[in-house]
């Protein structure tokens, strides 16, 4: 399936958002519990099953970018490549709302879904979602899918265990759907690796050729540390009651390996079973370390 991002590209942006809409969402985040619910069998919290007929019929445009991946794998270092390189790499555009408010989640909830329908084309959108739950208009549409975008190697066994279902599920869902749909595979291991080949293999993939020093710009923008100081990425402008940075900051240590500083010997032979079981005959292979 492919692509026609028509004139969206040459689009002029959304000024700064305003911050009634941005305290808004925030509110909106803030009111999620950590209560459960379940939608076709995949746990989920229950802020989302409340709102999930909104997410279902949650209608996707011609040329909307999804970046579709499992929490804390790396989703909003990808969110903010994929910016720049729609806005050319224009720094203080990027600026124009918190990375949260201005890539809407599709299921946290109904103010973000009201954001994605006030934008101008190309969206880019961002979901955790395993792929049959995501909203049938996606499907149905001529859509860029920028898919389940991995680091699955920081603490896999709790990833196993969060909210938005099983992860050999959700990885081996997403591989499978890229032999139907136009969907670009990135790892993070080779993000960290070479960020400059991974980040010209996006730009191929959305049709998109930029200068050298503009890429260069989107890899100094986006690095680790910049990010991390940048409290429009880092979460730090949210109150405690939202996310509570003293137990985990947001952005944490940015590296490939460091389960080897979580797990025991007897750990990681569990868990190298579990995986060789579940991701058997996959053709999907993660690297563990650099």
Same mark, same amino acid.
Request: aromatic letters at 12%.
């Given at each position: /399936?492919?692509?026609?991002?028509? %004139?969206?590209?040459?689009? +002029?942006?959304?000024?700064? /958002? ?13 009111? $999620?519990?950590?209560? @459960?619910?379940?939608? !076709? ?7 989302? %099953? ?10 996707? =445009? ?31 555009? *990027?600026?124009?709302?918190?990375? $949260? ?12 879904? !009201?954001?994605?329908?006030? @934008? ?23 859509? +860029? &899918? ?13 990833? %196993? ?7 050999? #599920? ?5 591989? &499978?759907?890229?032999? =139907? ?21 996006? @730009? ?8 050298? #020093? ?20 880092? $979460?730090?402008?949210? *109150? ?10 947001? @952005? ?12 025991? !010997?007897?750990?990681?032979?569990? $868990? ?9 005959? *996959? ?8």
């Amino acid at each position: /399936m492919f692509v026609t991002l028509g %004139c969206g590209f040459n689009q +002029k942006p959304p000024e700064r /958002m305003d911050p009634k809409v941005i305290e808004k969402v925030v509110q909106e985040m803030a009111d $999620f519990t950590p209560d @459960m619910g379940e939608i !076709e069998g995949v746990p989920l919290l229950k802020g989302i %099953c409340d709102v999930w007929d909104t997410i279902h019929n949650f209608q996707a =445009r011609d040329g909307d970018i999804v970046v579709a991946s499992y929490p804390k794998s790396g989703t909003t270092w990808m969110q903010e490549i994929l910016d720049l390189i729609v806005l050319d790499g224009d720094v203080e555009k *990027s600026l124009r709302a918190p990375g $949260f408010v201005k890539v809407p989640f599709l299921e946290m909830g109904h103010t973000s879904l !009201e954001v994605a329908n006030t @934008m101008s084309s190309p969206r880019i959108l961002k979901t955790h979602l395993p792929v049959q739950l995501m909203p049938p208009s996606f499907w149905e549409k001529d859509v +860029k &899918k920028q898919s389940d975008w991995l680091l699955w190697a920081t603490a896999p066994l709790f990833l %196993c265990t969060v909210t938005w279902g099983n992860w050999f #599920d959700h990885v081996i869902g997403w591989w &499978k759907a890229k032999e =139907r749909h136009k969907i670009l595979y990135v790892f993070y291991e080779d993000m960290i690796e070479d960020s400059p080949r991974e980040i010209h293999k996006v @730009m191929r993939f959305l049709g998109k050729d930029l200068p050298e #020093d503009v890429v260069q710009k989107i890899l100094h923008h986006t690095s680790f540390q910049s990010m991390k100081n940048n409290p429009m990425f880092n $979460f730090s402008a949210l *109150s405690e009651t939202v996310f509570d940075q003293s137990v985990s900051t947001f @952005m944490r240590k940015g590296i490939v390996g460091d389960w080897k500083n979580h797990f025991h !010997e007897s750990q990681n032979l569990i $868990f190298d079973k579990e995986y060789e079981e579940k991701m058997e005959g *996959s053709g999907l292979a993660f690297r563990t370390e650099l």
